[in-house]
T-cell receptor, first 109, second 119 residues
Framework: EDQVTQSPEALRLQEGESSSLNCSYT??????LFWYRQDPGKGPEFLFT???AGEEKEKERLKATLTKKESFLHITAPKPEDSATYLC??????????FGKGTRLHILP | DTGVSQNPRHKITKRGQNVTFRCDPI?????LYWYRQTLGQGPEFLTY????????KSRLLSDRFSAERPKGSFSTLEIQRTEQGDSAMYLC?????????????????FGAGSRLTVL
């Protein structure tokens, strides 16, 4: 059965303190690994899609990378507005996209 | 396009009552997904449609839950005989699925969700 695990569950950083979020997955026939951001009371908002091991994508202070079993979301010099829950979602052969529990990120000013 | 619209945004009901949620996807999107999310958890897959066809329904979903997308446009999610454990945020998302190409999995655009509270 397809599975996805995110760590840590929660992370508190000082403004400017870089770190990485982890997403480990087991999916049959990966057809895309998605990262989303979710603010409280809102639906998830798309950030990146990664398709193959070795691929990297960047957007402002965020960079996502992919291996055959993991994906990382690197946050460089974060700001308080980066505080949110970050969700990892692998899409398998059946196109049923499953989500991890997310990492709640809090950036302290 | 105004994005994915969900109604109602909030619903409070008593245990045992039936509730129905509606989702209006982005007009050109052919796929529509329903997820359920509880506090501190990620979205849990419930079901998805391509046009009017329901392609998959979660094995975890009880028979009290039913979803339809009769004309391949809007969708409804009905919960019969609600229980307190049904209290959650119900999220709808849509995507434009293209066969072939680099990947068949497409980017989901989510609505703001419908929050259900069962008393």
């Amino acid at each position: 059965e397809d599975q996805v695990t995110q760590s840590p569950e929660a992370l508190r950083l000082q403004e400017g303190e870089s770190s990485s979020l982890n997403c480990s997955y087991t999916v049959s026939g990966l057809r895309g690994l998605f990262w989303y951001r979710q603010d409280p009371g809102k639906g998830p908002e798309f950030l990146f899609t990664l398709y193959s091991a070795g691929e990297e994508k960047e957007k402002e202070r965020l960079k996502a990378t992919l291996t055959k079993k993991e994906s990382f979301l690197h946050i460089t010099a974060p700001k308080p507005e980066d505080s949110a829950t970050y969700l990892c979602a692998p899409g398998g052969r059946d196109d049923k996209i499953i989500f991890g529990k997310g990492t709640r990120l809090h950036i302290l000013p | 396009d105004t994005g994915v619209s969900q109604n109602p945004r909030h619903k409070i009901t008593k245990r045992g009552q039936n509730v129905t949620f509606r989702c209006d996807p982005i007009s050109e999107h052919n796929r529509l997904y329903w997820y359920r999310q509880t506090l501190g958890q990620g979205p849990e897959f419930l079901t998805y449609f391509q046009n009017e066809a329901q392609l998959e329904k979660s094995r975890l979903l009880s028979d009290r839950f039913s979803a339809e997308r009769p004309k391949g446009s809007f969708s409804t999610l009905e919960i019969q005989r609600t229980e307190q454990g049904d209290s959650a945020m119900y999220l709808c998302a849509s995507s434009l699925y293209r066969t072939g190409g680099r990947s068949g999995a497409n980017v989901l655009t989510f609505g703001a969700g419908s929050r259900l509270t069962v008393l």
